[in-house]
């Protein structure tokens, strides 16, 4: 695929505002359960279902995207998934039920897999000689928008309520729609079909799973910081609520921070450098804050696992896009598939673990799984250069 001009820039904005989109929807579920209890009112183990659905539907829309744009372009699905993103937050504004609320999830979920995916691989395609850097960006959009929906919800919650705030959220993805109708886009990468053998090449590339691999390690890493940090230093340095949460925020902040550095740098190390050492300050990191037993050192380390983090996932993807050009879409389906895994599983071993011997010794899977992203690191590094897709 040629080098992208001029006439992708409007491309690369509906891009952005895709994946601004989509953190919103990584972000709505937790942000929007509270109300959500209070408006239709059901139980606990309800709320559990509600995770298990969208995380499944979001699964589904990993694994199926991938094809689809590789058979027939990006533009068609990226426009359905929004406006079905945008469906979805409309049938929670008008939810009275709870199986309204879990069929709008589960759509969110399918929807929001697919516009993910979707995102990633068509800014690899059209990036191709700057793919780290790009899609170290295309995170931090990612971020704001996990950012915005609670900040939204935390300030304007009492005073307009849940439904005028689903409603503005709908309103949120009219601009990347239009955005997805109007912009240029590539033409479909494969318009006369993928054959089996093709497809079974890819499958049976180990660089494939390495990758899929690496990024179940990292995405269970940043599901399980994300979600346990706050619960940790209550639990170890005995941190107020609202302090916790600040500390949060840094670490997000420190992620969104560190992709914007590397969408700077990138083109001056090489991406296997970028994974590695980021992988080792994540470790050396998480080790500290786990024997630290000071409050100010462990929001300076909460900080430093977000920097050490923020590389890793679009870095890995940018190598895998490398790699697998000719059939991005359908090796980032997979790839996707096998990170949103880790995703789910990591989070809840820790849990597990927390749940008897306390969140730090938890936290000791993400030390290991840094660990084992280096070594995977290494290992595809070797096997890139004897086997080039």
Not at 122 to 147: E, M, V, Y
Not at 221 to 230: A, L, P, V
């Amino acid at each position: 695929m040629s080098t992208p001009g001029s006439s992708y820039r409007g491309l690369q904005t509906s891009i952005f505002a895709g994946a601004f989109v989509f953190g919103i929807v990584m972000s709505s579920l937790g942000s929007l359960l509270p109300a959500l209890f209070e408006v239709v009112g059901f139980e606990k183990v309800d709320a559990g279902r509600l995770f298990l659905l969208m995380n499944f539907g979001m699964l589904m829309g990993s694994l199926l995207f991938g094809p689809i744009c590789d058979r027939f372009g990006f533009r068609a699905l990226l426009a359905t998934s929004i406006l079905f993103v945008g469906g979805s937050f409309a049938m929670l504004a008008m939810a009275r039920e709870y199986n309204t609320i879990l069929g709008s999830l589960a759509l969110l979920g399918l929807a929001g897999g697919a516009l993910n995916g979707g995102t990633n691989a068509l800014l690899n395609d059209i990036s191709p000689d700057r793919r780290a850097s790009a899609l170290n960006r295309l995170g931090i959009f990612f971020g704001c928008g996990a950012l915005f929906t609670p900040f939204l919800i935390g300030s304007l919650l009492e005073r307009a309520g849940l439904r005028l705030i689903l409603v503005w959220l709908v309103a949120l993805t009219v601009a990347p729609f239009v955005l997805f109708i109007i912009a240029q886009f590539p033409p479909p990468k494969h318009q006369r079909g993928i054959s089996r053998g093709a497809i079974g090449k890819i499958l049976a590339n180990p660089l494939l799973f390495l990758f899929g691999l690496l990024l179940f390690f990292q995405s269970g890493n940043e599901f399980t910081m994300g979600g346990w940090i706050s619960t940790y230093l209550g639990e170890r340095l005995h941190f107020e609520p609202r302090n916790a949460a600040y500390v949060l925020a840094g670490y997000w902040g420190a992620l969104m921070a560190g992709r914007w550095i590397v969408s700077r740098v990138a083109a001056s190390f090489a991406a296997h450098i970028l994974v590695s050492g980021s992988a080792l300050l994540a470790l050396v990191a998480v080790v500290g804050l786990i024997l630290t037993g000071s409050p100010v050192g462990a929001a300076v380390l909460v900080a430093c696992v977000g920097l050490g983090f923020a590389a890793i996932f679009p870095t890995t993807l940018a190598q895998a896009g490398t790699v697998f050009a000719e059939f991005s879409g359908t090796a980032f389906s997979v790839i996707f598939v096998v990170a949103l895994t880790g995703g789910m599983s990591a989070p809840w071993l820790v849990g597990r673990i927390a749940q008897n011997h306390g969140v730090g010794t938890g936290f000791w899977i993400t030390v290991a799984s840094c660990g084992a992203i280096v070594a995977l690191q290494v290992l595809i590094r070797i096997l890139a250069r004897r086997n080039p897709a």
